[in-house]
């Protein structure tokens, strides 16, 4: 066990260094970031600004030095807010958080029912009409069901806010569109494994035994099928992420998201970088606790 | 099972403890008004966004004010004459106050500009008064404004130049001036700043105009215009800006909203790049602006949101002259120009364009062109990286550029020629596209004399010289359009400000 885990963090290490080094070619593939930051400056001007800067140095030194910033938290001053940029991530970071957490719980709520339900009464009505509605989650855009959702529960029905971030209620309509982009596949999940389980002596014996099909379901089954769960959670939550800097968007939602998609449209790389990175390093370390969750959760795992 | 349940239940309750979200009801004496963002900061001396403009004309007052009708009005200054060519005299108004309760005097105007022309503070609007070379207090009611050259942009530049409190800023500094406790003398005063979520401000009291009609005033972001348009059908805000035409009918027939449109200072325009074939050429730049059915787009595509236009001079702008007629759409006449031009069989370009808002009409400019030879292929960009490709490296985006031009809200034909047809190096776009020979010499001329009939004179000649030369293919105007909620009246205006002192409650 403990060779598995040492395992993971070397895993985890490997990824950020990539995720540093994507991060770091952002500003270096996007054009000469000095006429990007000074774009009505004489040649004279940017020459001085691209020396103090460092960028006549070989990448791999600035690479160096970026890794070395980034180690101290250090990503530059946002070009547009002129400030640093790490904090006006983290700054908005739990609007985010929140936000895919919530869009994650409602996920889980949807698909677990839904998806037992579906492995129980196998080929049924209800089977088909939830998978009918599952391809038609992973088939519409976020950015789509956003704006449906809004047409319907706040302009014809009146019942939520359009956007903001101001009441509880304006939190429905961004979580119910994330969890949209992130329930079919654990729905899906759920009926497999639960496909995988159901059949099984230990699940016959229990029903011989006398013991009754709520109990053998929930308890016996559903405790089994719950380790691939976790894994495409862990997955699911890097995807309702992304998603939420489009959900962001849309729902005017004052969250990462939503600062990284400005930062695009104004070339303020630091920020970019800073934004990317974050997120990135949220992901990595969910997938992390994820596989430990799994390791601690899975017996056979553990003695082997 | 539990035990996972337990662990994530904790880190929701994490997350939602990091993240407090309060409840807020709207109250019905409050404005609401939706931009795409906000600015970096609410220093209005230290940013250049329209979205940050249109908040800090509500906070800050001026010099002098724009009335409705597009005329200079007295603000914080109540007359002003020209001493001499490089001199002007204001005489400010007594007793303004600022939100804080100091008066405001000469000592405060001074200050204002000396700190937007301090260089070290880096302020993006240090090139908009550069000219000013320095601001005396001759009594605590009067100042002289002396610049180092003749200035005929003088007053276009104080429309929107706030004056801030001297003593204030200095101290609490530049960094909380600009994020926590801004104080002007304009009609609403500061409440708070939720970064990209609103802006509170409060109807002041004591405001030399009367008290405004709404106490409260709020600024939302919303970036996405759908979004925009769902929340003023249901009321969540009361005015939206940048309707496009084509949403125009919907809110016209709705119960909630109405529309509210005018003509603008934006022009839309293709610059030619004249540096290489074939719109070195005069012959297939005129056939370039015959080739365009205007009349058409704006009927057809712009839901009649638009004036044709002769050259980029617009009507509303100091120098406009009318005797310059703009090319008819004659096809014909397009295919034999090109034919003189030596392309008898027509020839191949590609335009490009980071106007996304307009890319349908982009299209159909290009397929028009392409119709009578000039075979255009369109490029669209998005915004950020185009702003690169298009006035860095050298202008590489040959052959031609389809984009608008708002003027910086300065009623003057300079404000339009000077960055797009001057090739000096601190241009803007005319360094990398433009080529007429002596108009260069015409703008200078245009822009360092305050005699304003000769400067008039002047400009007439230069749009004679640009409609024959054809340096762009010449477009139409933009209209204004914004959508305005019933409980509120109020009115586009030609500069593009949301002068909300002028908002009045609805029936």
Known sequence: MLTLVARRIVRLLVVLAGVSLVT?????????????????????????????MGFNDALAVQFGRFVWNLARGDFGHSFFHREPALPLVLARMPTTLLLTVLAMGLSLLIAVPIGILSAVRRNSVFDHGATFVVFLGTSMPVFWTGIMLILLFAVQLRVLPVSGWESWAALVLPALTLATFSTPLLLRIVRSSMLDVINLDYVRTARAKGVSEWLVICHHALVNAALPLVTVAGLQFGLALSGAIITETVFAVPGVGRLIVGAIRQLDFPIVQAGVFVVALIVVLVNFAVDMLYIYLNPQIRVR | MKKWALLSSVLFLIVLGAAPIPAHAQAKDTLVVALTSHAPTLDPHMHFERVGILLNINMFDSLLHRNTKLEFEPSLATSWKPLSDTQWEFKLRKGVRFHNGETMGAEDVKYSFERVLDQAKKSPQYGNIRAIKEVRVVNPDTVHIITDKPFPLLLERLVFF??????????????????????????????????????????????????????????????????????IKTGGVDIIRNVSADIVPELKTHPQAYISSTPILRVHYAELDMRSAPFDKKLVRQAANYAVDKQTIIQKMMGGLGRQVATTVQPLAFGFDPEVKPYPYDPKKAKELLAQAGYPNGVDVTFHSAFIEFR??????????????????????????????????????????????????????????????????????????????????????????????????????????????????????????LAISKKVQYAARGDEWLWLYDAKPGR
């Open chain 2, 162 to 231: 706030p004056i801030v409190p001297k003593k204030h800023v200095e101290t609490v500094g530049d960094q909380a001036f600009g994020t926590t406790s801004p104080v002007g003398t304009g009609p609403w005063k500061f409440v708070e700043w939720k970064r990209d979520q609103l802006i509170r401000l409060e109807a002041f009291d004591q405001h030399w105009r009367g008290r405004p009609a709404f106490k409260h005033l709020v600024f939302r972001a919303i970036p996405e215009i759908a979004t925009q348009i769902a929340e």
């Open chain 2, 360 to 481: 349908p009409v982009f299209e159909a400019i290009c397929q028009m062109l392409t119709e009578v030879g000039i075979r255009t292929t369109p490029r669209m960009w998005d915004p950020g990286p185009a702003w690169n490709k298009f006035l860095q490296a050298e202008g590489k985006a040959t052959n031609g550029m389809y984009g608008s031009w708002g003027n910086y809200s300065v009623f003057d034909a300079d404000a339009v020629l000077h960055p797009l047809y001057h090739t000096e190096p601190g241009g803007w776009i005319g360094k990398w596209y433009a080529r007429v020979e002596g108009l260069d010499r015409l703008i200078d001329e245009g822009r360092s004399s305050v005699d304003q009939p000769k400067r008039k004179r002047v400009y007439s000649q230069i749009q004679q010289l640009i409609r024959e030369e054809a340096p762009s293919i010449f477009l139409w105007t933009q209209y204004d359009t």
């Open chain 1, 24 to 52: 770091f070619a952002i500003l270096h593939v996007s054009g000469d970031p000095v006429s990007l930051m000074m774009p009505e400056a004489p040649e004279a001007d940017r020459a001085v600004l691209r020396q103090s």
